[in-house]
């Protein structure tokens, strides 16, 4: 461990305040002192109500709709250059826009990468985030990325539940290596959907690769944005004589119609984490906080100690 003589500061945006003041929490320190607000017409305003000249600065901000948010976090690390700070570290754990991460088609952006320069031109020197859509936006960047896994929680909550005869499912072919992780951690069998999508936030299940008959079923995603993909799926492994339904999914956008299809559909627990929060409570879905692991990361950052440990998939 190497001895840090620059103080630390954790700071937060407006974006998720629950989970930042439960990371400082997790951390021991008092979030510092920040004052954000909107002028008359919308403009976002930042000021750092203490110094942090030569300091360690993390700042906590998820970056879900609207685009305000991320527009907030780009001036708080403008802000944080320009009171002299030392290092800068974008601790997001929600990174929003990272669906548009390639070209699939003739004139349409590249969101993500966008993204990524617009925060390496801001000034940030380290970038901390969770389940990334896509693993390859860490390419993206030309600062260091810690990429964390939401399995570091859901692994020892699905654990602990010591469900028999579990398989688990990816919803669609982009979910196989998360789902295989989850597979291997639990001792359970894989089994994957295999999805069109005719149209954004539009998703039909075709058919279902592998055995789910009698079986008890853990569905595993990155982001629940409509719930369309997740839902089709539950209903189609209802309907393949799988037993009890579990889904779990790290990023609950959960927009639109997502709460009512939740509600009718097959699914009997749906678990998220605390990286967006919810719009409103739902009996069927239960959060669990990624404070702890996110906290543990700024703690060995601070103190140049290696993290593989925690986002070890």
């Not at 617009?118 to 993206?140: E, K, N, P, W, Y």
């Given at each position: 461990?190497?001895?840090?003589?620059?103080?630390?500061?954790?700071?937060?945006?407006?974006?998720?305040?629950?989970?930042?003041?439960?990371?400082?929490?997790?951390f021991g320190q008092e979030l510092g002192e920040v004052e954000i607000k909107n002028f008359s017409d919308g403009e976002i305003y930042v000021h750092f109500e203490e110094s942090i000249r030569g300091c360690d600065v993390f700042l906590i901000q998820?970056?879900?709709?609207?685009?305000?948010?991320?527009m907030e976090l780009l001036l708080m690390v403008d802000a944080a250059v320009r009171a002299s700070s030392g290092r800068i570290t974008a601790v997001i754990p929600y990174f929003g826009y990272a669906r548009q991460e390639r070209k699939d088609q003739p004139r349409v952006s590249i969101a993500a990468k966008l993204?990524?320069?617009?925060?390496?031109?801001?000034?940030?020197?380290?970038?901390?985030?969770?389940?990334?859509?896509?693993?390859?936006?860490?390419?993206?960047?030309?600062?260091?990325?810690?990429?964390?896994?939401?399995?570091?929680?859901?692994?020892?909550?699905?654990?602990?539940?010591?469900?028999d005869n579990l398989?688990?499912?990816a919803p669609d072919v982009g979910s196989v290596k998360m789902a295989r992780s989850y597979a291997k951690k639990l001792g359970a069998g894989l089994a994957i959907i295999d999805k069109r999508r005719p149209s954004q936030n539009v998703a039909q299940v075709m058919h279902i690769i592998?055995?789910?008959?009698?079986?008890?079923?853990?569905?595993?995603?990155?982001?629940?944005?409509?719930?369309?993909?997740?839902?089709?799926?539950?209903?189609?492994?209802?309907?393949?004589?799988?037993?009890?339904?579990?889904?779990?999914?790290?990023?609950?956008?959960?927009?639109?119609?997502?709460?009512?299809?939740?509600?009718?559909?097959?699914?009997?627990?749906?678990?998220?984490?605390?990286?967006?929060?919810?719009?409103?409570?739902?009996?069927?879905?239960?959060?669990?906080?990624?404070?702890?692991?996110?906290?543990?990361?700024?703690?060995?950052?601070?103190?140049?100690?290696s993290i593989s440990t925690l986002f070890d998939s």
């Open positions: 461990m190497s001895v840090q003589t620059q103080p630390i500061k954790l700071f937060a945006g407006r974006s998720n305040p629950a989970l930042a003041r439960s990371i400082a929490q997790a998820s970056t879900h709709p609207t685009a305000d948010n991320w993204m990524a320069n617009l925060l390496t031109t801001a000034g940030v020197d380290r970038v901390l985030t969770m389940d990334l859509h896509a693993s390859q936006i860490q390419g993206f960047f030309d600062v260091p990325v810690d990429h964390l896994y939401g399995s570091a929680v859901f692994a020892d909550y699905f654990r602990s539940l010591e469900l398989v688990v499912v592998g055995e789910v008959e009698g079986k008890n079923v853990l569905l595993i995603d990155d982001m629940i944005d409509t719930a369309g993909t997740l839902t089709n799926a539950a209903n189609a492994l209802r309907d393949a004589g799988a037993l009890k339904i579990l889904a779990a999914g790290t990023h609950a956008l959960l927009s639109g119609p997502a709460y009512d299809r939740i509600e009718a559909s097959a699914i009997s627990h749906l678990v998220v984490t605390d990286t967006i929060p919810l719009q409103r409570a739902l009996d069927k879905i239960q959060v669990v906080s990624v404070s702890e692991i996110f906290a543990d990361a700024i703690r060995r950052i601070y103190t140049d100690e």
